[in-house]
């Protein structure tokens, strides 16, 4: 401690201001980084929580002490202890979802509940199991159902059950085929309601999957032709191999609706159903006369000589037959959504040999290679030539892909099952330890070693040693009388030991600037200077009695 604090009181006050500041920024180095080494890992526990729901979590978590850290809507803890708490909030119902499902019935008593509440429970909690179901999809954070039934109230209009979804996807939009699902589940929880009557709304993206159902009934045109075209590319891919061919396909469907109204007769199919039959007959008399004039009107006239007479008979029958015709009726209801017409376009990649030369060499499929490949895609997308559709298969060389930047390879740590930030951590720590040691303790341990070796230069003089024999016939040296030389070097460095004074008589004479040196060890050691004046005072005394 003498030695520490001689050491300070050598030093200036520049010096001693670095070393304050050096230990000081030493120390706190070293108790941050051991502050972050010892600290916990915090990993994420819940995200996405509503207000509600969250903070039930979070005083759970004050309840039970433990650390957790709230970043925005996320809340993290300790990753040691992560796994044990989502099992034990799950037990006690946490995090609880906003919409609650059939317990809500059970709140309900018989006494003092009408039809109307109930009824109004029950819908409330239907579409709370509902929300809940579509949440359970990794697809979506956040579900809300709205169920509009028909009034069970007598003498009222009754309307077919509507409903809608407002869902929070977890990242981007759902799939066509998740909105079609989610479409039938409401449908088949709710009695009378059809899938076209449910509306699934993204809460960033707006209304999804409307368009589907006004182009092509219930499976949108788009959404067909993209079935097709995946069935070709599976199709193809397992005889040219994955990325060596593409497929285009259009589909060309009917957007309107029509009504055809069709009536035939058949008239070789009659069947004689009834017959009517009718005769008549006539019989008529005729006299024969001469002309008619005045001659024949006389008594004596032209009329008198006589005349002639005639007489007919007629009959007719009628036969009336009626038949019955075979008719047929038709009506025809085209609804959108029809095939109009399909083209289908294929480019495939042709075959490419590695020749000896280590050269790629290229080469296009054969004719019959590429037909049959047509009559499988004909047979995948159902090719009808009648109706006009196209289907064009092409073998041509595929552009290579030019490679951007290097190849991602595996590191060295990734290899390695090691804790990248506590390598860190540690790391930095022993510089700072190492820093520590060279730029603190060494100057002063350095500064001990020169203190230790200046005060051995004492002994090594014949100073210390009070018990020194000093020869008869050797007088002291007169240090003012020594020439001043710079040497010292020789004295801190002397460690030799020296037997008598005559050596140490010797050594002072051959040290270079011996009177400064001397000087200042005195003025630094005057108490063992003393001592050793003391000793050789007595030394004389004995000699002399």
């Known amino acids: 401690m003498q030695h520490l604090i001689s050491v300070w009181g050598a030093m200036d006050l520049r010096k001693r201001g670095i070393v304050v500041a050096a230990t000081l920024a030493m120390f706190m180095a070293v108790i941050g980084l051991s502050r972050m080494a010892t600290s916990t890992q915090m990993t994420l526990l819940y995200a996405g929580l509503e207000s509600s729901a969250a903070g039930d979590v979070v005083q759970a978590l004050e309840g039970r002490n433990v650390a957790f850290e709230i970043r925005g ?32 019935l059970d709140g309900l008593s018989g006494f003092g509940t009408t039809s109307q509440m109930f009824d109004a429970a029950y819908w409330r909690a239907k579409e709370g199991e509902i929300a809940r179901t579509i949440v359970a999809s990794p ?96 199709l193809l891919e397992a005889r040219v191999g994955f990325g060596n061919a593409v ?41 024969e006369a001469g002309g008619v004039s005045v001659a024949s009107n006389l008594p004596d006239g032209d009329a008198a000589g006589g005349s002639g007479s005639s007489s007919s008979n007629t009959s007719e029958t009628r036969e009336r037959v009626n038949y019955e015709v075979s008719e047929t009726t038709r009506e025809v209801l085209k609804t959108p959504g029809a095939v109009k017409r399909l083209t289908v376009a294929v480019l495939v990649d042709g075959i490419r040999t590695l020749q000896e030369d280590g050269s790629i060499e290229w080469a296009p499929r054969t004719e019959a290679e590429l037909e049959g490949l047509r009559e499988l895609v004909a047979g995948a997308v159902g090719f009808n030539e009648q109706r006009g559709d196209i289907i064009t298969i092409k073998t041509m060389e595929f552009e290579a892909i030019a490679d951007v930047g290097s190849d991602a390879s595996p590191g060295l740590l990734s290899s390695l099952n090691i804790d990248v930030m506590s390598l860190i951590k540690l790391v930095v720590l022993a510089i700072v330890t190492l820093g520590l040691g060279l730029f603190v303790l060494r100057p002063m341990l350095t500064a001990q070693a020169t203190e230790s070796e200046a005060s051995g230069a004492g002994p090594a003089l014949g100073l210390p040693n009070a018990s020194i024999d000093r020869p008869s016939g050797v007088n002291q040296p007169n240090f003012d009388e020594m020439p001043a030389q710079s040497a010292t070097p020789a004295l801190v460095s002397e460690v030799q030991p020296i037997q008598n004074a005559a050596d140490a008589v010797v050594a002072v004479e051959a040290a270079a600037d011996p009177v400064q040196r001397l000087r200042d060890l005195i003025s630094e050691r005057q108490t063992e200077t003393v001592e050793i004046l003391r000793g050789w005072m007595e030394e004389d005394e004995e000699a002399a009695g």
């Open 139 to 234: 697809m979506v954070r956040n579900a809300r159902v709205h169920i509009a039934n028909a009034s069970s109230r007598q003498f009222r209009q009754r309307n077919d059950p509507t409903a809608s979804v407002t869902i929070t996807t977890a990242s981007g939009t759902l799939p066509t085929h998740q909105i079609k699902a989610f479409k039938f589940l409401v449908a088949s929880a709710v009695p009378g309601l059809s899938p076209e009557k449910v509306s699934v709304i993204d809460s960033r993206a707006g209304l999804m999957g409307g368009d589907e159902v006004t182009a092509d009934g219930l499976f949108g045109a788009q959404d067909r032709a993209e079935r097709l075209k995946q069935n070709v590319e599976r």
């Open 247 to 287: 497929v285009e396909l259009n589909l060309e469907t009917a957007t309107e609706q029509e009504s055809i109204r069709e009536r035939r007769f058949d008239p070789e199919s009659r069947v004689a159903i009834s017959t009517d039959t009718s005769e008549s007959s006539n019989a008529a008399n005729d006299s």
């Open 73 to 104: 809507d996320s809340i993290f803890v300790d990753a040691t202890q992560r796994d044990s708490l989502r099992m034990t909030l799950a037990s006690e119902g946490l995090p609880a979802n906003s919409g609650k499902g059939y317990e809500l």
